[in-house]
């Protein structure tokens, strides 16, 4: 799966977007992208995913540039429960789903 | 609550035993996944079953580790003669199918002294 690079932390206001981006210059054709999120002390949970097309549900939206090289997660209205590390993977859902977690961005919301 | 469930939830145990957790994962996913999350890195793969095969060892997976999942229900993680790199928070996950979407459980948490 192709490596991805987020920065390793961000603030944002509550009540303001939070955008975080991810750069996987290398993903392949068949190579989706998905967003997963940490909360302290629990484990990972599924937030979103693209291969190609903008996509959005109760949680966020998943921005894909055209070249498929970077994307970006948009939380539209931060509250303090999204205080979390958040994860962007690489799947080619093809093979086992074997998730490949990077670092994440440790991702703060304050008042 | 119809999640997945893993216990004990936290385990400290002295250097050399044996300790087992237990993974239940939803009702009807297949796909069963064994992750290994130590203190500010993200999950690191450990296993994966289908059904009751165990199809894929990640190399962090030493002899010390062994991994079942009789009748492709419950699975259980065993670690023989701990050592004090063991602890960590170790995580289940299933998912139905052939996918990025996983369901993770709370993680079992060890502490080997």
């Known amino acids: 799966d192709a490596k991805t690079t987020q920065p390793p932390s961000m603030d944002c206001a509550e009540g303001r977007a939070a955008n975080l981006p991810c750069n996987h210059s290398t993903i392949s054709g068949n190579e989706y992208v998905y967003w997963y999120r940490q909360i302290h002390s629990q484990g990972p949970q599924y937030i979103i995913h693209?291969?190609?097309n903008n996509e959005t549900n109760e949680m966020a939206s998943l921005i894909i540039t055209e070249d498929r090289k970077s994307s970006t997660l948009i939380l539209p209205h931060a509250t303090l429960r999204d205080t979390a590390v958040y994860y962007c993977i690489a799947v080619n859902t093809g093979t086992a789903s074997k998730l490949t977690f990077g670092t994440g961005t440790r991702l703060q919301v304050t008042l | 609550d119809t999640g997945v469930s893993q216990d004990p939830r936290h385990k400290i145990t002295k250097r050399g035993q044996n300790v087992t957790f237990r993974c239940d994962p939803i009702?009807?996913?297949?796909?069963l996944y064994w992750y290994r999350q130590t203190l500010g890195q993200g999950p690191e793969f450990l296993t994966y079953?289908?059904?009751?095969?165990?199809?894929?060892k990640s190399r962090l997976l030493s002899d010390r580790f062994s991994a079942e999942r009789p009748k492709g229900s419950f699975s259980t993680l065993e670690i023989q003669r701990t050592e004090q790199g063991d602890s960590a928070m170790y995580l289940c996950a299933s998912s139905p199918r052939s996918t990025g979407e996983l369901f993770f459980g709370e993680g079992s948490r060890l502490t080997v002294l």
């Open positions: 079953f289908q059904n009751e095969a165990q199809l894929e």
């Open positions: 693209g291969l190609k």
């Open positions: 009702s009807e996913h297949n796909r």
